[in-house]
């Protein structure tokens, strides 16, 4: 089994829908999940990081950790043309692991459809 | 606000050239990486630096050098290029502790 599983897409939404991307793992130790936004031909951007269970909103985008499933959630409200890009998950170990490894999903191509 | 920046942005080379990344940070960070992307493969962590005057090898450290000239600049060579090193590279940075890492642009590496 992988760490870090992540459905590549693509996938092609309508714009205004809410966007759901999600990745499970299976290292219990992981504390700190992060969602990175990637554009053609650029670098991954930090769009949210959370720790350990619960969520987080920062404007359209809402994280969700249910560390006991062991999956991780990014919403996007109101979609739009920008938001179309590839998102990785990402997570890194607390006490039992190693601040600077972090273990990344393959990446979902999101697509927004006019 | 340049955050990460990584020279050059692309680079065709023949195999068995060398060739050295160069990558800088303008956020005090203590921490930076190298990472490579390919295709199905995800980003794959090459080496890194925790601070200042050390450096360990990551998930893929075969074939790669790397040195933390200062705080700001970690640099990346190639010794002798070969075409599977053909790839997409990242340098991040992050701050103490269990922070998160921001990333430069990318260098596009052809190896022919």
């Known amino acids: 089994q992988k760490e870090v599983e992540q459905d590549p897409g693509p996938l092609s939404v309508p714009e205004g829908a809410i966007v759901s991307l999600n990745c499970t793992y299976s290292?219990?130790?992981?504390?700190?999940f992060m969602w990175y936004r990637q554009y053609s031909r650029k670098g991954p951007e930090l769009l949210m990081y959370?720790?350990?269970?619960g969520n987080k909103e920062d404007g359209r985008f809402t994280a969700q950790v249910d560390k006991s499933s062991k999956y991780i959630s990014l919403f996007i409200r109101d979609s739009q043309p920008s938001d179309s890009a590839t998102y990785l998950c990402?997570?890194?170990?607390?006490?039992?692991?190693?601040?600077?490894?972090?273990?990344f999903g393959k990446g979902t191509l999101l697509t927004m459809n006019p | 606000n340049a955050g990460v920046t990584q020279t050059p942005k692309f680079q065709v080379l023949k195999t068995g050239q060398s060739m050295t990344l160069q990558c800088a940070q303008d956020?005090?960070?203590?921490?930076m990486y190298w990472y490579r992307q390919d295709p199905g493969m995800g980003l794959r962590l090459i080496y890194y630096?925790?601070?200042?005057?050390?450096?360990d090898k990551g998930e893929v450290p075969n074939g790669y050098n790397v040195s933390r000239l200062n705080k700001r600049e970690f640099s990346l060579r190639l010794e002798s290029a070969a075409p599977s090193q053909t790839s997409v590279y990242f340098c991040?940075?992050?701050?103490?502790?269990?922070?998160?890492?921001?990333f430069g642009d990318g260098t596009r590496l052809s190896i022919l």
């Open positions: 991040a940075s992050s701050g103490t502790g269990q922070q998160p890492q921001h």
């Open positions: 959370t720790y350990s269970s």
């Open positions: 990402a997570m890194s170990g607390g006490s039992g692991g190693s601040n600077y490894k972090l273990t």
């Open positions: 630096s925790a601070s200042e005057g050390t450096t």
């Open positions: 290292n219990s130790a992981f504390q700190y």
């Open positions: 956020m005090n960070h203590n921490s």
